[in-house]
């Protein structure tokens, strides 16, 4: 039995009855009544003084319970902002002592305009009876709503923070804000106040608007699973996600109910939609983790939807349990390509490692052959070089001895030794300047062999020899060239040393014109007759030594007479720049 | 020494010689200039490789070695350690032909109290004899240079002990300082103020500590290579 309260004082009402079958919606009686409704439950007690149990599984929106005439049960709020019971079962033992032979229980629902107001199925019997059907409505109607919906802002909230870190992937960042969408729109059916909102209205059309918007995030993020822009149709889908919010908005309260339906049947339309092209691209592009994505998509999006047009028989609660699996089954996809990056980056790894091997074993055996080609080169010039000084040197002071013995009236035995050492010398030049030639930092550190070995014999011999060598060099001049003097200095040294019969000797080394260089070599020795000896060739010695000299065009002068003897070399230095 | 000649200038002689040549003409060379500078004939004797200079050595005692480095048989630097090893007062001269700095280094390192280069004339050659004879040490810029490359200066001033025999004394790279800079022996002398003999002093322990550095190396060499205890 039901009856509206036309008064609103919170008085059972005397008449108005009618006798309505649960659950029961009063707009079919009543339509536009939105006041509080009474409902009656009579019931006859087969034995008395046992205790029964009573279970509600919704008002809409709140309300408040009687045993006869003791007040069982009352929500917070009976006034706006209303409590909201609508989706909440309650379940009471009934006090044996409050009982009568004949009793009747009074529900009085304050219905709010936007939800069709009503009581649910009411159950009065044996707690063994009543308790684990009001614990089984207590699972349907809250435990899954709220497992699903930790799961999804779980998904969201792990989802978001791979997006923030890892901004280009976008699928990451569409599927955070579609599970979130998700766990806002669903949240109104576990809230029971209005709070923080003057009307619990608010609530419904924000869920809703929620729900709206998720419809076009899934899509997107599908889009950006599959790494298909649609940019026509994303350009087409968020205006109208936009209008439906706005209509979701302004629509009038009373139509706020018929809004939600179009919407969910929307809604469940366009996730399968968007499944069905989820499993054709995977399908099209032999991808087989997305087609098989895309089959549990499709398969649970059709059940959705065919559970919700009601063609299978199933509690609307398992409606809803779909969408987490789905959320789960897209968890797996990102979770797999997420693998398969992972297994790329690390063959690409040891590609890129066997390809960089590779590359360092070609670049060391091109350095080796190029080092050895180096080293070829150096060895090809230095026997070059070698050849050079063996002909000019060498072979050159060969071909003069031959020409002369030829030409001139043969050589004498002495003439003869002289030419000997002569070659020997010039052998020794080419061996010192085949091991590699200093470049001397003075005239005294050039002149430091020559120095030290002639000075003790000098010394040995009681001649008193001076050395005046310069620190500085007065020009620059070539290895050839300072080899050339300083075989002439061995050469006089060895002439004073053998014939002069000198006791004072003194060599010295100076600056001449034009970057010239002086190098001189003065006795007191008995002396020679200097034309005499250059052209009776006595001294071969001393006549290929001032050729020698003239052919690196320097000169040599020698004047000698008893008492003293001078020869001095010049040769004439390059530009430094040179 | 078993006996002593005394030549013209008054140079202790080290004698019996033994002259290990190959060539019979730097033989004959070689003890020409040893007849000049006043050794008697029958105080010196040849030996033409390794082999007889061995059996030479073990039958008769020498005081003073002439060793050619290119010996049919092998070099002569392992003759020259060998004789070092056995007599640390013995002369032994390298007559090197051609040498290079590091057969006459190597020489040096070996035991050598001085060198000879085969090139030279007579007259220098036997200069260079009578010099090494009276206690002079031939050595030229180019070697002192290596040498003083080659071991270690110890720090101005420390004491000597028997540890830092390897090492050269502040004194003595000064001096191969002034060799490498083509001074000679007497000009030393006055730029350090010592005597001559002094300097020439410092040059052989520059060879014996040269010599010995090269034993303690092969020796050390040895111990880690487990030949030697």
């Known amino acids: 039995m039901a009856a509206p309260e036309r008064a609103g004082d919170g008085v059972r009402p005397v008449d108005g009855w009618l006798p309505v079958s649960l659950p029961d919606l009063w707009q079919r009686h009543w339509p536009g009544f939105f006041g509080a409704v009474w409902y009656r439950l009579d019931w006859q007690a087969d034995c008395q003084g046992e205790p029964l149990a009573l279970s509600i599984d919704r008002m809409v929106m709140a309300g408040e319970v009687w045993l006869n005439d003791d007040l069982i049960w009352r929500d917070e709020s009976l006034v706006e902002p209303l409590s909201r019971s609508w989706n909440m079962p309650r379940y009471w033992l009934l006090p044996v002592s409050a009982q009568s032979h004949g009793n009747s229980i009074w529900v009085r629902v304050v219905g709010s305009e936007h939800a069709p107001p009503g009581l649910g199925t009411v159950r009065v019997g044996t707690p063994e009876q009543v308790r684990p059907e009001y614990r089984h409505q207590l699972l349907l109607q809250r435990d899954l709503v709220f497992i699903t919906l930790v799961i999804s802002l779980m998904l969201g909230v792990l989802f978001l923070t791979f997006w923030l870190l890892r901004r280009q992937e976008h699928a990451f960042g569409w599927f955070a804000l579609a599970s979130s969408l998700w766990t806002l729109g669903l949240s109104n059916m576990l809230v029971t106040s209005s709070w923080p909102f003057a009307n619990g209205e608010v609530w419904d059309r924000l869920s809703q608007v929620m729900l709206v918007l998720y419809c076009p995030a899934m899509c997107m993020f599908v889009w950006a699973f599959i790494g298909q822009r649609r940019v026509r149709l994303e350009r087409a889908i968020w205006p109208v996600a936009l209008v439906f919010c706005v209509v979701v908005v302004v629509v009038p309260t009373a139509h706020i109910s018929l809004v939600q339906l179009v919407s969910a049947v929307s809604l469940r339309l366009v996730l399968l939609a968007i499944s069905v092209q989820l499993l054709w691209h995977g399908y099209r592009v032999r991808q087989r983790y997305l087609t098989l994505l895309g089959a549990c998509m499709s398969g649970l999006a059709l059940y959705e939807f065919l559970a919700f047009v009601g063609v299978l028989k199933v509690p609307e609660v398992y409606v809803l349990l779909s969408t987490p699996f789905i959320s789960a089954v897209m968890f797996m996809g990102l979770a797999m390509r997420f693998s398969s990056s992972l297994k790329r980056i690390e063959r690409f790894n040891d590609e890129l490692q066997t390809r960089v091997d590779k590359t360092r074993a070609e670049l060391t055996e091109t350095l080796q052959r190029e080092h050895q080609l180096a080293a070829d080169n150096i060895r090809l010039n230095e026997r070059l070089r070698l050849t050079h000084d063996l002909h000019d040197g060498l072979g050159s002071s060969l071909m003069r001895s031959i020409t002369r013995m030829e030409h001139g009236d043969g050589l004498k035995g002495g003439q003869f030794l002289s030419v000997l050492k002569t070659l020997r010398s010039d052998l020794r030049d080419v061996i010192d300047g085949s091991s590699a030639v200093p470049a001397w930092q003075s005239p005294q550190e050039w002149l430091a062999p020559l120095r030290r070995r002639f000075i003790d014999l000098f010394d040995d011999l009681g001649i008193e020899s001076h050395w005046r060598l310069p620190e500085q060099w007065p020009g620059t001049f070539t290895p050839p060239q300072l080899l050339a003097l300083t075989r002439f200095l061995e050469e006089a040294l060895t002439n004073v040393l053998k014939h002069a019969g000198a006791t004072r000797l003194e060599v010295g080394v100076c600056a001449a014109a034009e970057r010239g260089l002086n190098l001189w070599v003065r006795d007191n020795g008995r002396g020679f007759d200097v034309d005499e000896v250059l052209a009776a060739s006595a001294g071969v010695g001393m006549s290929s030594m001032r050729m020698r000299i003239e052919r690196m065009g320097g000169q040599l002068r020698i004047e000698s007479r008893p008492g003293e003897t001078l020869l001095t070399a010049t040769l004439f230095g390059k530009p430094v720049s040179a | ?229």
């Open chain 2, 1 to 229: 020494m078993s006996t002593a000649n005394h030549a013209p200038d008054d140079v202790l002689l080290p004698a019996p010689v033994l002259v290990v040549e190959d060539d019979p003409l730097m033989r004959q060379r070689l003890a020409r200039v040893l007849g000049e500078i006043g050794y008697a004939d029958e105080a010196v004797s040849f030996a033409v490789n390794l082999a007889e200079a061995r059996a030479h050595v073990s039958q008769q005692p020498v005081a003073m070695v002439l060793v050619d480095l290119g010996l049919p048989d092998g070099n002569g630097i392992e003759l020259i350690q060998e004789l070092r090893a056995q007599d640390p007062a013995l002369w032994i001269l390298v007559i090197s032909a051609w040498s290079t700095e590091e057969a006459i280094l190597g020489a040096l390192r070996a035991g050598a109290t001085g060198y000879l280069l085969k090139e030279r004339d007579d007259l220098e050659v036997s200069l260079s004899i009578r010099s090494v004879l009276r206690g002079g040490a031939p050595i030229d810029p180019f070697i002192a240079r290596r040498i003083l490359a080659l071991l270690p200066t110890a720090p101005l001033h420390t004491p000597h002990d028997a540890g830092e025999i390897e090492a050269l004394s502040a004194r003595e790279s000064e001096i191969l300082e002034w060799v490498s800079r083509g001074l000679s022996n007497r000009e030393i002398a006055e730029q350090l103020t010592i005597s001559r003999y002094t300097v020439e002093c410092h040059i052989k322990r520059i060879y014996r500590k040269l010599a010995v550095s090269s034993r303690t190396r092969a020796v050390s060499e040895a111990r880690q290579r487990g030949l030697l205890p």
